[in-house]
């Protein structure tokens, strides 16, 4: 190890104790070679435990070794200060509060008498700060982890890079930005923190004990109705007892906020939405803050983009963090074999009728089974030899298994497609595409998971427009024009958009309350049941 000089020992020893802290020096050895060896054991210990992080040794070792923690100058103590006073408010976060033990490594702090000790402490230090970095900003667990329709690996950002900034920018501005800056998150968290006062000071009240009411009712559950719904912010306070039309209005926009046909009359489903209770609202706040933590990629979503909330069914292109087209969506159904998958990828082109290549999985497990019986079924679909030739059905399918079947099938463009007339392609290995359907009769349903898979659009003509709007000047005649002509025509995209799949059950909007939709895949409850073994609590306010 290298020595240092007499003149930075007799400096260094003179800023620590100036700083009030005294370091002990073995009997009849120099305060000076005391120092000296103190300042070797701090190295050693901090060298030795760099073997994890690859980009935390190359910090320490571009800056020799020397502290950012645990050193007497101001700069180490305001970093201290900041990381103490950043995982103070974790639990405003969301995040698994005795995952950042603060009282322990104060108390190893308070008792680090040796430079071995020291560097033990700095090495704690830089281990606690960047787990609630990485936790903050990306994530407190890994959802892929959780639920095999979870593809989105949390956004880790580079541990040096996070150590770097602590020593080129304000400690505190740094703690501050680590948590993502979007909008949405912001509103989250403001709606957490309401949440958790309304439930420290008796929540929304006794819930109402009834399966259904309507404008013009009145009595007990009536009242019941009123006061439950002045506690969530939905009616000023009022002394009616009737189901009056300030009542239905009320109504009308809790429905809306929930995903519920607004109709004004409380029948089961939006019965069942009221007498949630606070605290499975307060869960779809805090695994939606989650994964909105997952979405904190350093490139961002992209001034202009797609976003998908799988579970609020409908499609949205938004520019520059403004909404400019919304759809309503299909998703795939629950079976666990047909559910819609959460990934961000880019979208290039979109095909103007279109084919339908078949999956295999839809081949195998639906339309083999009806070609051993009778080779003429699915008559609609093409059967297609390696070489792209058509087979005819003038055969027996019967001796065919699933792994033994040779062909692969596909439908024509044309008015039945399953397709439609038009797919939006951002290509990507869990074969997931936005298209047209012919089925718009389901885009009625509130509820709406009935696809294998892929997304089904309501507007897919205008979404079209949308999209080509910044190729074109005439979107829809370019459009019209190549549809009118039958042909399976590619279109690429000039400027490639990303597109975010999300599952969010709790979301904001910019005015009004927090919406919240059903986890139609239960994968919301799987994260809350994650993120409580991780450490996560409900902080109800109560004993």
Same mark, same amino acid.
């Given at each position: 190890?290298?020595?240092?000089?007499?003149?930075?020992?007799?400096?260094?020893?003179?800023?620590?104790? #100036?700083?009030?802290?005294?370091? $002990?020096?073995?009997?009849?050895?120099?305060?000076?070679?005391? !120092?000296?060896?103190?300042?070797?054991?701090?190295?050693? $210990?901090?060298?030795?435990?760099?073997? #994890?992080?690859?980009?935390? #040794?190359?910090?320490?070792?571009?800056?020799?070794?020397?502290?950012?923690?645990?050193?007497?100058?101001?700069?180490?103590?305001?970093?201290?200060?900041? =990381?103490?006073?950043?995982?103070?408010?974790?639990?405003? /976060?969301?995040?698994?509060?005795?995952?950042?033990?603060?009282?322990?490594?104060?108390?190893?702090?308070?008792?680090?008498?040796?430079?071995?000790?020291?560097?033990?402490?700095?090495?704690?230090?830089?281990?606690?700060?960047?787990?609630? #970095?990485?936790?903050?900003?990306?994530?407190?667990?890994?959802?892929?982890?959780?639920? @095999?329709?979870?593809?989105?690996? &949390? &956004?880790?950002?580079?541990?040096?890079?996070?150590?770097?900034?602590?020593?080129?920018?304000?400690?505190?501005?740094?703690?501050?930005? =680590?948590?993502?800056?979007?909008?949405?998150?912001?509103?989250?968290?403001?709606?957490?923190?309401?949440?958790?006062?309304?439930?420290?000071?008796?929540?929304?009240?006794?819930?109402? @004990?009834?399966?259904?009411?309507?404008?013009?009712?009145?009595? &007990?559950?009536?009242?019941?109705?009123?006061?439950?719904?002045?506690?969530?912010?939905?009616?000023?306070?009022?002394?009616?007892?009737?189901?009056?039309?300030?009542?239905?209005?009320?109504?009308?926009?809790?429905?809306?906020?929930?995903?519920?046909?607004?109709?004004?009359?409380?029948?089961?489903?939006?019965?069942?939405?009221?007498?949630?209770?606070?605290?499975?609202?307060?869960?779809?706040?805090?695994?939606?803050?989650?994964?909105?933590?997952?979405?904190?990629?350093?490139?961002?979503?992209?001034?202009?983009?797609?976003?998908?909330?799988?579970?609020?069914?409908?499609?949205?292109?938004?520019?520059?963090?403004?909404?400019?087209?919304?759809?309503?969506?299909?998703?795939?159904?629950?079976?666990?074999?047909?559910?819609?998958?959460?990934?961000?990828?880019?979208?290039?082109?979109?095909?103007?009728?279109?084919?339908?290549?078949?999956?295999?999985?839809?081949?195998?497990?639906?339309?083999?089974?009806?070609?051993?019986?009778?080779?003429? $079924?699915?008559?609609?679909?093409?059967?297609?030899?390696?070489?792209?030739?058509?087979?005819?059905?003038?055969?027996?399918?019967?001796? *065919?298994?699933?792994?033994?079947?040779?062909?692969?099938?596909?439908?024509?463009?044309? @008015?039945?497609?399953?397709?439609?007339?038009?797919?939006?392609?951002?290509?990507?290995?869990?074969?997931?595409?936005?298209?047209?359907?012919?089925?718009?009769?389901? !885009?009625?349903?509130?509820?709406?998971?009935?696809? /294998?898979?892929?997304?089904?659009?309501?507007?897919? /003509?205008? !979404?079209? *427009?949308?999209?080509?709007?910044?190729?074109?000047?005439? @979107?829809?005649? *370019?459009?019209?024009?190549?549809?009118?002509?039958?042909?399976?025509?590619?279109?690429?995209?000039?400027? &490639?958009?990303?597109?975010?799949?999300?599952?969010?059950?709790?979301?904001?909007?910019?005015?009004?309350?927090?919406?919240?939709?059903?986890?139609? *895949?239960?994968?919301?409850?799987?994260?809350?049941?994650?993120?409580?073994?991780?450490?996560?609590?409900?902080?109800?306010?109560?004993?």
């Amino acid at each position: 190890m290298k020595r240092f000089s007499t003149t930075l020992v007799r400096t260094s020893l003179a800023a620590l104790l #100036a700083a009030g802290v005294v370091l $002990a020096s073995a009997p009849g050895v120099s305060a000076e070679a005391g !120092f000296s060896f103190q300042v070797t054991a701090f190295k050693q $210990a901090v060298a030795e435990r760099l073997d #994890a992080d690859e980009d935390v #040794a190359a910090f320490y070792r571009m800056r020799s070794f020397e502290p950012i923690w645990t050193g007497p100058s101001d700069e180490d103590r305001a970093r201290r200060a900041a =990381l103490f006073d950043a995982l103070s408010m974790a639990g405003d /976060h969301g995040l698994p509060e005795r995952r950042y033990d603060a009282s322990a490594l104060m108390a190893q702090m308070a008792a680090a008498k040796t430079g071995r000790e020291r560097g033990e402490v700095e090495m704690a230090l830089t281990a606690l700060y960047l787990k609630f #970095a990485h936790d903050i900003q990306s994530g407190a667990i890994d959802g892929t982890t959780v639920d @095999p329709g979870i593809k989105r690996k &949390p &956004p880790r950002h580079p541990s040096g890079e996070l150590l770097s900034r602590l020593i080129t920018e304000d400690p505190v501005a740094v703690m501050r930005s =680590l948590a993502p800056t979007t909008a949405e998150y912001t509103r989250l968290m403001r709606a957490k923190l309401q949440l958790e006062h309304r439930m420290a000071h008796g929540g929304w009240g006794p819930v109402v @004990p009834t399966q259904g009411l309507r404008p013009g009712d009145g009595g &007990p559950n009536v009242v019941a109705l009123r006061n439950r719904l002045i506690a969530m912010g939905y009616l000023k306070s009022s002394l009616s007892g009737t189901y009056d039309q300030d009542m239905e209005a009320a109504v009308r926009v809790f429905q809306e906020d929930h995903g519920i046909e607004p109709d004004g009359v409380v029948g089961p489903t939006t019965m069942r939405e009221i007498n949630t209770g606070p605290e499975e609202r307060l869960k779809s706040i805090i695994v939606a803050m989650e994964r909105e933590r997952w979405l904190n990629r350093p490139e961002g979503r992209g001034k202009r983009h797609v976003l998908v909330n799988l579970v609020d069914f409908h499609a949205q292109i938004i520019d520059d963090d403004k909404l400019t087209f919304e759809t309503r969506s299909v998703i795939g159904h629950q079976a666990l074999d047909r559910r819609t998958p959460e990934f961000s990828d880019t979208m290039d082109h979109m095909v103007i009728n279109p084919s339908w290549f078949v999956p295999r999985s839809i081949i195998v497990k639906e339309y083999l089974p009806l070609l051993r019986n009778n080779p003429g $079924a699915v008559g609609h679909l093409q059967i297609v030899d390696s070489r792209g030739q058509v087979v005819g059905r003038g055969r027996s399918f019967a001796g *065919y298994s699933g792994n033994s079947f040779p062909f692969s099938m596909r439908q024509p463009p044309g @008015p039945g497609n399953a397709l439609g007339s038009v797919k939006f392609m951002f290509p990507n290995k869990y074969n997931i595409y936005l298209h047209d359907t012919p089925s718009q009769h389901l !885009f009625s349903q509130s509820v709406r998971t009935f696809s /294998h898979g892929c997304i089904r659009l309501d507007d897919p /003509h205008d !979404f079209a *427009y949308a999209l080509l709007a910044r190729q074109t000047d005439d @979107p829809e005649g *370019y459009f019209q024009r190549i549809l009118r002509s039958g042909a399976e025509t590619r279109v690429n995209l000039e400027q &490639p958009i990303p597109v975010h799949l999300i599952y969010r059950t709790a979301f904001t909007q910019a005015k009004g309350q927090v919406n919240y939709r059903g986890d139609v *895949y239960n994968r919301d409850q799987l994260i809350w049941q994650a993120l409580a073994n991780a450490g996560v609590v409900l902080r109800t306010g109560r004993s």
